[in-house]
């Protein structure tokens, strides 16, 4: 890995924007990092730190960082997107459908090779379990909780999908694609919240998230001129939909609650995500200089190379640690207590530290696997493409949802309307990968290496 780390070191082009990078890296690591904290792990179960202290709920206005990622993720998907439509082979026919097979192929590789190995790991463990009549205590809370952060990648896959027409709409109407979805996001709020018709707010996960992913395009094409006005927007509405309205303080899911601004994803989430957008567009200029030195530059581009391995299998670290404390007989203290808090620092170290050996071990899957010369643009590689990276979306949506737990009883969860289960959730997810990468071959069109 190290001359590898060295070769994209050395490879980069003076006009690359290194701030993306590290965003991307450390909005994941905030998310972990977060995780690993709010735990609040006892013997009888596994509760949220947030719900005991609910003091420290505002914190999560500046640790709730997803939308930085989702922001990250639209500034690389539109320049990937843009440079594929440039390479494109003169053809009258079929290549805008191959520029698109092939786009999804090359996003998705570093998103779903990983994914997939991780799904049939810890599938084949879940079942090994059962089948030995365990899953019982701490280790079926493991099974039933490991495979929730998958949702992430089920918002991400779809923001893949959705690039080609809402950079279309980005490049004819600017700021108002983005209005246009933002005005779907308050208009689905207002449906749920003022006239209770029931499963709208489901809607939010596409506009919420979609209109995040929007202001990346604009970054792409130097269009958010006035961070500080945007920070400041967000953090104001975002406070007053708190203050005066039926939103929770809270920008993380809380066990319990009746409404939460997560799970769907809400107007004051999308405030929130302005505010966090606007901060980090303020500190693009003294960080751009931080990352001119070649140390941390060279530790930016390995973290990128192995962030969605660590990022898959932290939670599986956690409860590893966990469950040797409980085999060792280790105290676990009652969360927030002072002993609690004495005991965090060796809790991350130990988890970051099993962290990396599984990232050590499972770091392969996540380099992209070199994309062969196809043969001439393939008749419906698009909605192959499509069809393909829909069923990843549900499939990877629906485990997160239903976990490992319950495999040999049936356990099913409610996907939009639509019972899933473990099995029918992978299935799901490896044959929509499968159209994918069979869409993505053949195309015409050479990806190269994908964008980070």
């Not at 977060?34 to 202290?53: E, F, I, R």
């Not at 809790?347 to 050996?357: E, M, N, P, S, V």
Request: glycine residues 12%; positive net charge.
């Amino acid at each position: 890995m190290g001359s590898s780390v060295r070769e994209l070191v050395g490879a980069t082009p003076a006009t690359r924007d290194r701030y993306v990078d590290l965003l991307r890296v450390a909005s994941l690591g905030a998310v972990v990092l977060g995780h690993w904290l709010m735990a609040a792990v006892t013997p009888d179960g596994v509760g949220n730190l947030l719900a005991v202290v609910p003091a420290l709920q505002p914190l999560t206005w500046l640790l709730q960082v997803m939308p930085v990622f989702f922001f990250v993720g639209g500034f690389s998907h539109a320049l990937s997107y843009r440079s594929l439509l440039r390479k494109r082979p003169e053809r009258p026919e079929g290549s805008e459908d191959s520029v698109y097979s092939a786009f999804l192929r090359a996003r998705l590789q570093r998103l779903l090779r990983p994914t997939t190995v991780f799904v049939l790991v810890w599938g084949a463990a879940a079942l090994l379990v059962q089948l030995l009549g365990g899953g019982g205590g701490l280790t079926g809370v493991t099974l039933r909780m490991v495979t929730q952060p998958l949702w992430f990648i089920g918002i991400y896959l779809a923001m893949v999908a959705f690039t080609p027409p809402l950079l279309k709409l980005h490049e004819r109407y600017g700021w108002g694609a983005f209005a246009g979805l933002a005005g779907a996001a308050v208009a689905v709020d207002v449906l749920r919240f003022a006239a209770g018709v029931p499963y709208v707010e489901f809607l939010n996960f596409a506009f919420v998230w979609l209109a995040v992913h929007q202001l990346g395009f604009l970054r792409a094409d130097g269009r958010i001129r006035r961070p500080a006005l945007l920070a400041g927007a967000g953090l104001v509405t975002a406070g007053a939909l708190v203050a005066f309205g039926p939103y929770p303080l809270s920008m993380v899911g809380m066990p319990g609650e009746k409404v939460s601004n997560m799970a769907p994803p809400t107007l004051a989430l999308l405030c929130h995500g302005l505010w966090l957008v606007g901060a980090v567009e303020l500190l693009r200029a003294p960080a751009a200089r931080l990352l001119e030195r070649p140390r941390v530059w060279r530790t930016v581009v390995a973290a990128n190379g192995v962030a969605m391995t660590a990022f898959l299998w932290h939670l599986t670290a956690m409860f590893g640690v966990y469950g040797a404390m409980l085999a060792l007989d280790v105290e676990l203290p009652a969360p927030a207590s002072a002993a609690w808090w004495a005991q965090v620092p060796l809790r991350i170290a130990l988890a970051a530290a099993l962290t990396a050996g599984l990232v050590a071990f499972f770091r392969t899957f996540e380099r992209p696997a070199p994309t062969a010369p196809g043969a001439a643009g393939a008749t419906g590689a698009g909605p192959l493409a499509a069809l393909g990276a829909t069923l990843c979306l549900l499939g990877v949506l629906g485990l997160s949802m239903v976990g490992f737990g319950g495999l040999l009883d049936g356990r099913t969860a409610l996907l939009i309307a639509i019972p899933v289960s473990a099995p029918a959730a992978v299935a799901m997810t490896l044959g929509g990968w499968l159209l994918v990468e069979r869409a993505g071959r053949g195309t015409g069109v050479r990806a190269g290496r994908p964008a980070r």
